[in-house]
């Protein structure tokens, strides 16, 4: 792999807010050697860019969600190692795995760290269906809101998100019938409602956010947050806890490690948030910690 060439790929659609960052990042890359950038459009385009490096070092702008489909896209051709270390500059909103990685959130700064930083392994979290997660999954309440925000997004704009908040806070009721198990032992055994549960690579979302305090994305275990906070004073004490990061001290939040993590209804259905990607409705998921399966250039 050539050191002093690169190929910088970001989405196509970032807007043009981000443009001048993203000209001086190629600026900055271009100190140090020969650049290519490439403006993505869709999952096809992606692939073609990042299996098409032909050896140069691939450095992705964009944020957590960019991230996520990059590491898909590589995850599902198998070539998240052999791509080499990755370089990483965050133009994204909330930029969570970016801060796990201690990396700069100044985009000049961090193509710097893409020239003068060195190659850490990390793990990917992947589940039943073969997606990843990047930094952090959760089901229950969060994921219900994000998937009711993106509903109302055409219409309400950014004041879809605290709408998409107070409806899922009213439809889920007493909360989730979530059987959880990390490596085989019961976590929380279905019969107690869950507002959320939390699986972190990374600890932070929605830009710094401690849900899964402590979690380190080179440890090669899953860091899992269960919280049974449901009743109306309990969920405003979880939130404002979570904002300190000390949620984690309640006595209806339960963690636990491990590599191996599912999670069942007991009644009804549920939805993921990985990496700010929400699914459909579903029963059961299982996920299962890859350690060490790609490389990222870190400070």
Not at 193 to 218: E, F, K, N
Request: charged share 20%; proline share 5%.
């Amino acid at each position: 792999m050539s050191e002093n060439e690169f190929l910088a790929v970001v989405n196509a659609g970032a807007g043009s807010a981000r443009a001048n960052a993203v000209e001086a990042v190629v600026g900055e890359l271009g100190r140090a050697g020969d650049v290519e950038l490439r403006r993505t459009r869709g999952t096809d385009d992606l692939r073609d860019a990042l299996l098409g490096a032909d050896g140069r070092r691939l450095v992705l702008l964009g944020g957590d969600g960019s991230l996520h489909a990059a590491l898909q896209v590589l995850w599902d051709a198998g070539r998240t190692w052999d791509v080499g270390p990755l370089g990483i500059v965050p133009l994204g909103t909330g930029n969570d795995l970016a801060r796990s990685l201690r990396l700069p959130l100044d985009p000049v700064a961090a193509a710097r760290v893409v020239t003068t930083g060195r190659p850490r392994g990390l793990e990917l979290l992947v589940d039943s269906h073969g997606r990843i997660t990047v930094n952090t999954v959760h089901a229950g309440i969060g994921a219900s809101a994000t998937a009711k925000a993106q509903r109302l997004k055409k219409g309400l704009g950014a004041g879809a998100y605290p709408v998409g908040a107070v409806w899922a806070g009213i439809s889920a009721g007493r909360g989730f019938a979530l059987r959880v198990e990390v490596d085989g032992q019961v976590v929380n055994p279905g019969d107690r409602p869950v507002l959320l549960v939390g699986i972190g690579i990374g600890g932070t979302i929605g830009g710094g956010a401690p849900l899964v305090p402590g979690a380190d994305p080179h440890d090669g275990v899953a860091d899992v947050v269960v919280s049974t906070s449901t009743g109306p004073l309990a969920r405003l004490g979880f939130a404002a806890g979570l904002r300190r990061g000390v949620h984690v001290e309640r006595q209806d939040v339960t963690t636990a490690t491990g590599k191996v993590v599912e999670v069942h209804a007991e009644q009804g259905t549920f939805r993921l948030n990985s990496d700010g990607e929400v699914t459909g409705p579903q029963t059961s998921e299982r996920f299962e910690m890859h350690p060490d399966v790609w490389q990222a250039l870190c400070p």
